[in-house]
Each structure stands twice: as C-alpha cells, then as structure tokens.
C-alpha cells in the first residue's frame, strides 16, 4: 500500500499567530486487525506546527509529506475531484484560496470554539495522564472522573485569550477573555529584545531576572513585606516599574530581563482574570490550553502561583501535555460528523467512541518539554 494510503485525516487550526496540524498515520506494515465486525488500523496521531507568517513552509511540509491526499471526497457539484480537509481558526477562512490553489484541496471549516472544547474533551476522557498541576517546581498528574469532569474553565491562550465555560460535549459558553496574550508577548517581545521567533524569545526569557525591570513590594516597603494584606516581599507590585525611575533607556536593559519581565506579567494577568471567571461561576477546575505555555516550567508556575493566590488555595490551575493542539483535535475528531452527511469518507471514518489511545504504549512526554512533530500518540481507527 503505498504512502498516501498510509496517512489519514489531516486537521489544521490555523491561527494568528501559529498552524497546528494533526493526522493519523498507520504503522509501517499497515496491519489490520478484526474487532466487532469492522476492522481496525493501528497507527498514531502526529502533530506539527508552523508560524503563520511561515505558511509556505506548512504548504511545503503538507506537499512533501502528502497530507494534500488524506481529506475527504464531495460525491456531487463541480468541486467533485477536490479533496476537504477539516481545519478550524480564522485561518481556515483567510488562507483557504491559498490551499485551494497550492495543494488543491477545500477546507470543511469547523468552528473554533466548538473544536477548542471537542479537541479537550477528547484528551480528557481518551489519553492516560494527560491533565496534570505545576506549582513550586511539583507536577502531579490528575486522575480524571469522567463521571464528574464537568462543569469546568478552558482557557486557551492563543494570540489572544479565550475562557469557555464547558458544561458537556458540545455545551459550553465563552464567558470571557483578554486581548493580552501569545501574540502580545511576541510582539512586544519582538519590539523590545528583536527576537524574531517565539521561540527565541521564550529560550531568551529562560536566562532572565524580571526583578531587574519589575517593581516589588519589598522596593515599595523598604524590603519587607506587606504582610497586613498578605503580600511578600517579592510579589510584583508594578511590572517593569522600575523602568520609571532607573533612568535608563532601553538599550541599557538586557533582553533577558525584558523578556522575563514581559512573560511574567501576562502570565499573572491570565491566571487572575481565569481565576476571577472561574470564582464567577464557581468553577473549581480551570484548564489551561494553548502554545503559549509551550510546557515551560516558568509560565505553568506563574499561572498556578496567581490562581493558587487569588483563590486562597481553594482553586487549582490544570495544564495539558496537549495543549498547543487542541483546535486541531477537535477539528481531527470531527470527521465523524454525520451532520455533514453530503461529505463521504475518503478513506476511513474516525468515531470518538473508538478512536483507542493505548495506556501502556502511549509515549509519555515530559510536562517540561514542547511537543513537536515528533512527538506522537499511539492509537488505532475502526475502519467503517
């Protein structure tokens, strides 16, 4: 069976900032297997991302790895040789001419927050260890009650910000959200330190000291605490305060410490404003979603440390091995969709219920690592 049977299923959510993609693709020797009646594929998801100002190179990325053949077919219209592909975000609006023409090939479009929610539901209820808490250096997986998941806050930190409370599958309701978020950081970032790259701006705020920039009480109270309204010597009072009175311009900064600086301050302010949300409707069970958290220690920790603050204690922010591709997911899931019952299964029908992640052969990242293409999940696909 050559290559373009091998690989299923192509979903992207294309945002602002970042393209995430997932596809199946079966084991090496294509092996089959008899399960009830219908037959069942062993492969794994993989995933991929790309920056959207780099979109030529997931085009190329798609062409060389011929994803372009794993859509579905539209059995009727002029558009009848042309593939569909699921894909989600305002991307699959903007750039959808551009695949059309390039790879030949037609987006279903999914809507973004139905497949924010489906992408998480999925992870929840399917992939061992995949909910997990960071705080003071500590992660702790959380073992998930399926009987007892909902309801709960999804933010996902994109470009910007989105908080979706999630009542069950396909129930839920964007209560919130803030334009300071992944896009804000790298542009800023991109401003103040030239970093060209996310990346590069998150590896450069990894070696920096955001006190050197950031006001804090204890610069306020001659270095103790505020201790009447509980705050410690070292929580932020203002940040990049000190830019006010140093006297220095910003070159005499480091870009370290700038992009430190910038990474704590809109980490803090997610991790309130969710907790805020969360207290609104009280909700005990934040998840926090998107690439923005990238599995970084720094980050997950000041999100945790200002829900854990804000909430005395009694509310705990929740992290995703995942979390970059959740769009995509539930962009992925959604081929099972018999809504859209005038669009065919090109190859193989994906359904929730048995699409099957393995406890024991899922490969188990580390929390502290980016995921990748990779990285992948071992499953299997029944064959309908």
Same mark, same amino acid.
């Given at each position: 069976?050559?290559?373009?049977?091998?690989?299923?299923?192509?979903?992207?959510? $294309?945002?602002?900032?970042?393209?995430?993609?997932?596809?199946?693709?079966?084991?090496?020797?294509?092996?089959?297997?008899?399960?009830?009646?219908?037959?069942?594929?062993?492969?794994?998801?993989?995933?991929?991302?790309?920056?959207?100002?780099?979109?030529?190179?997931?085009?190329?990325?798609?062409?060389?790895?011929?994803?372009?053949?794993?859509?579905?077919?539209?059995?009727?219209?002029?558009?009848?040789?042309?593939?569909?592909?699921?894909?989600?975000?305002?991307?699959?609006?903007?750039?959808?001419?551009?695949?059309?023409?390039?790879?030949?090939?037609?987006?279903?479009?999914?809507?973004?927050?139905?497949?924010?929610?489906?992408?998480?539901?999925?992870?929840?209820? !399917?992939?061992?260890?995949?909910?997990?808490?960071?705080?003071?250096?500590?992660?702790?997986?959380?073992?998930? %009650?399926?009987? %007892?998941?909902?309801?709960?806050?999804?933010?996902?930190?994109?470009?910007?910000?989105?908080?979706?409370?999630? %009542?069950?599958? /396909?129930?839920?309701?964007?209560?919130?959200?803030?334009?300071?978020?992944?896009?804000?950081?790298?542009?800023?970032?991109?401003?103040? !330190?030239?970093?060209?790259?996310?990346?590069?701006?998150? &590896?450069?705020?990894?070696?920096?000291?955001?006190?050197?920039?950031?006001?804090?009480?204890?610069? $306020?109270? /001659?270095?103790?605490?505020?201790?009447?309204?509980?705050?410690?010597? !070292?929580?932020?009072?203002?940040?990049?305060?000190?830019?006010?009175?140093?006297?220095?311009?910003?070159?005499?900064?480091?870009?370290?410490?700038?992009?430190?600086?910038?990474?704590?301050?809109?980490?803090?302010?997610?991790?309130? *404003?969710?907790?805020?949300?969360?207290?609104?409707?009280?909700?005990?069970?934040?998840?926090?979603?998107?690439?923005?958290?990238?599995?970084?220690?720094?980050?997950?920790?000041?999100?945790?440390?200002?829900?854990?603050?804000?909430?005395?204690?009694?509310?705990?922010?929740?992290?995703?091995?995942? &979390?970059?591709?959740? /769009?995509?997911?539930?962009?992925?899931?959604?081929?099972?969709?018999?809504?859209?019952? %005038?669009?065919?299964?090109?190859?193989?029908?994906?359904?929730?219920? *048995?699409?099957?992640?393995?406890?024991?052969?899922?490969?188990?990242?580390?929390?502290?690592?980016?995921?990748?293409?990779?990285?992948?999940? &071992?499953?299997?696909?029944?064959?309908?």
């Amino acid at each position: 069976m050559d290559s373009t049977q091998k690989i299923s299923h192509l979903a992207l959510d $294309i945002g602002g900032t970042l393209i995430k993609l997932v596809y199946f693709s079966a084991n090496g020797d294509y092996s089959e297997e008899s399960r009830n009646g219908c037959s069942v594929v062993h492969g794994k998801l993989c995933f991929a991302k790309f920056e959207t100002r780099k979109i030529d190179d997931c085009l190329e990325f798609i062409r060389f790895n011929i994803l372009h053949h794993s859509g579905v077919q539209h059995p009727n219209g002029a558009a009848h040789d042309k593939l569909y592909v699921k894909a989600t975000g305002g991307g699959a609006f903007k750039f959808a001419d551009l695949f059309k023409e390039k790879l030949g090939i037609l987006f279903d479009k999914e809507d973004e927050m139905h497949s924010l929610v489906g992408g998480v539901n999925f992870l929840l209820k !399917t992939v061992p260890r995949e909910a997990f808490t960071y705080l003071d250096g500590q992660k702790e997986f959380v073992e998930i %009650d399926h009987n %007892d998941l909902y309801p709960y806050l999804l933010v996902n930190i994109g470009s910007g910000v989105s908080m979706i409370k999630v %009542d069950g599958d /396909g129930k839920y309701e964007r209560i919130s959200g803030t334009s300071l978020g992944g896009g804000t950081f790298l542009g800023l970032g991109k401003l103040l !330190t030239k970093c060209k790259s996310f990346d590069e701006l998150l &590896e450069l705020s990894h070696h920096g000291n955001n006190r050197v920039i950031d006001m804090l009480v204890g610069d $306020i109270y /001659g270095g103790t605490d505020y201790s009447k309204i509980g705050l410690s010597s !070292t929580a932020i009072a203002s940040s990049f305060g000190k830019a006010i009175s140093d006297g220095k311009e910003l070159e005499d900064y480091q870009p370290e410490d700038v992009a430190r600086s910038l990474l704590r301050m809109i980490s803090n302010n997610i991790g309130q *404003i969710a907790y805020l949300n969360a207290l609104r409707f009280g909700l005990k069970r934040i998840f926090f979603g998107g690439f923005f958290i990238r599995g970084l220690e720094y980050t997950m920790d000041t999100i945790s440390v200002a829900v854990h603050f804000w909430s005395r204690g009694e509310a705990k922010a929740m992290f995703l091995r995942h &979390e970059g591709f959740l /769009g995509a997911l539930g962009a992925f899931t959604s081929y099972n969709n018999q809504s859209h019952n %005038d669009i065919k299964s090109h190859q193989h029908t994906v359904q929730r219920a *048995i699409l099957n992640c393995s406890g024991d052969n899922l490969r188990h990242i580390p929390v502290t690592s980016n995921l990748d293409d990779s990285e992948t999940i &071992e499953c299997s696909i029944n064959l309908v």
